[in-house]
């Protein structure tokens, strides 16, 4: 397997063969050819083409009082060919996506107050497509890559729109029916899309008064819990953004303050804010905040019909798709700066309709499956310990190991953050279920290591006994797809 990271000189890094001592391919490097030294570019967020041949990324001018224009380029993995696909000289660069044939990249950017969707295409290099804009805004390819499904907030509308569109062809735009409820990015799993609505009034009424018989003895303990992780998350914010800015570690272009407007995922118009209508505002510092209105779990074929109702869900939904059918649910029922409450497993395959069953009680910051099924990877923030822990999750009996305790970089805390939009474009586990990597600072018992840069470390999700091997020093990485398919 190979990942890629970005290292603190702010280039990428190809890293193979750990188990045996770290093979590392520079994929990119400062100019140096010049007679006058030209300013370096940064590099971030790479993701992988779904062959895994090519590793696309932003790369983004430093200069010491303001960052400058950014593009859209891929490298090979040999580092010897760069293709520009775009320039965006006037927009503060935050996501990319590859289409699932790698025939294009989505771009995520923020232009003043809007986040904005674009499309570039491998035979249209330099264009960039408008699709969506609007606050928030996440999306994602339905597998066939026919289709994509944006999930976006508008102006003066509460709730915003879920959009079906065909940027590669020229079928028509579909609007979903319903009110998009409080979650992010749509998720596809057994040929299903899995999305959250707004439940009607009488049903969302239901549902809290079920949920506060639910949770009332436990709301003084909850809170308590809520508060720790969330001071403890605040700090975490701040003295890591402040020790990366000094080690050179945050890579210039990337605007983690426009990424942090990925937020209300609930869509809420702004004049509403008295209405507790399930908006949760996801950026930092994390704060305690009220209790939100609940939204109902449901899935549709890939074109928005045949909808089936699955479960209501307090707060803010979270989904992640599983392979063998099986997707995994969690909610934040405290709104932000609460954690996700446990994590449930829906059966889509399920003869009778989607079954959900109770897999982990815990609370927790981010999840993603294990390739195969066999588990799930939990990052919880572990306030007594002053840390953030990786966890691994048996997927049939809940049995948990601790895998690795650390403090994470800013670019891995947004991932973590924004993680249901991120799963399917950067992964954080092997594509053969071997391996987790995570980057940060080595922490735990009450303590954190910030003296030193951060570092990039992989751990074996089969060999449990084993210990973390550290592979580099940079601030994200993320591994290649599965090696039949970048053979």
């Known amino acids: 397997m190979k990942l890629v990271y970005v290292g603190i000189d702010r280039q990428l890094h190809l890293v193979s063969d750990w188990e045996t001592g770290p093979t590392t391919v520079h994929l990119t490097s400062p100019p140096s050819f010049m007679l006058r030294a030209a300013p370096a570019e940064g590099w971030s967020w790479p993701t992988w083409s779904p062959d895994g041949q090519w590793i696309a990324a932003f790369a983004v001018v430093a200069r010491d ?64 497509k408008d699709l969506a804009q609007g606050v928030p805004l996440f999306f994602n390819w339905t597998p066939d890559g026919s289709r994509l499904w944006v999930h976006h907030g508008e102006r003066g509308k509460a709730g915003g729109s879920l959009l079906i569109r065909d940027p590669m062809g020229e079928d028509e735009d ?73 080690a050179g570690g945050l890579l210039p272009g990337v605007n983690v303050d ?16 008295d209405e507790d209508d399930g908006g949760v505002e996801r950026t930092g510092p994390i704060v305690p905040r009220r209790r939100v209105a609940s939204s109902m779990l449901v899935s549709c074929d890939l074109l928005g019909e045949d909808e089936e109702e699955i479960t209501a869900r307090p707060g803010l939904i979270a989904l992640a798709a599983g392979p063998d059918r099986k997707a995994a649910l969690s909610w934040a029922s405290g709104g ?80 973590l953050h924004f993680f ?51 592979v580099g020093r940079g601030t994200f990485a993320t591994f290649a797809p599965a090696p039949s398919a970048s053979a």
Do not use: K
Request: charge should be negative; glycine fraction near 8%.
């Open 65 to 128: 009082d303001e960052s400058g224009p950014a593009r859209v380029v891929t490298t090979s993995i040999d580092g010897l060919r760069q293709t520009e696909w775009a320039d965006l000289p006037d927009a503060a660069p935050l996501y990319l996506q590859w289409h699932p044939a790698g025939t294009a990249i989505c771009v995520l950017t923020q232009v003043d107050s809007d986040l904005r969707l674009g499309l570039i295409q491998a035979d249209r290099l330099g264009v960039v």
């Open 174 to 246: 579909r609007l979903y029916a319903r009110t998009p409820g409080s979650f992010c990015a749509p998720v596809f799993c057994g040929g299903r899309t899995f999305i959250a609505v707004r439940q009607s009034s009488l049903e969302q009424a239901v549902a809290e008064l079920a949920e506060e018989a639910a949770t009332a003895s436990d709301d003084e303990d909850d809170d308590q819990a809520d508060a720790g992780e969330a001071a403890l998350l605040a700090s975490l914010v701040d003295e890591v953004g402040e020790d990366e800015e000094d």
């Open 258 to 273: 426009a990424l942090a407007e990925l937020e209300d995922a609930g869509g809420d118009d702004e004049d509403d804010e």
């Open 336 to 415: 932000e700066g609460a954690p996700y409450h446990g994590i449930d497993v829906i059966d889509v395959g399920a003869v009778d309709g989607p079954s959900v069953r109770r897999l982990s009680e815990a609370p927790l910051l981010a999840y993603t499956w294990v390739p195969g099924g066999a588990a799930l990877v939990v990052f919880r923030v572990d306030a007594p310990a002053n840390c953030m822990s990786v966890v691994r999750v048996d997927a049939v009996s809940g049995a948990e190991h601790v895998l690795g305790t650390f403090w994470p970089t800013r670019d891995l805390f947004f991932w």
């Open 420 to 470: 249901d939009q991120f799963l399917d474009s950067h992964p954080l586990v092997s594509a053969d279920g071997a391996w987790v990597t995570w980057s940060g600072y080595p922490a735990g018992d009450g303590q954190a290591d910030l003296s030193a840069p951060p570092r990039v470390w992989v751990r074996s999700l089969v060999d449990l006994a084993a210990s973390p091997i550290e």
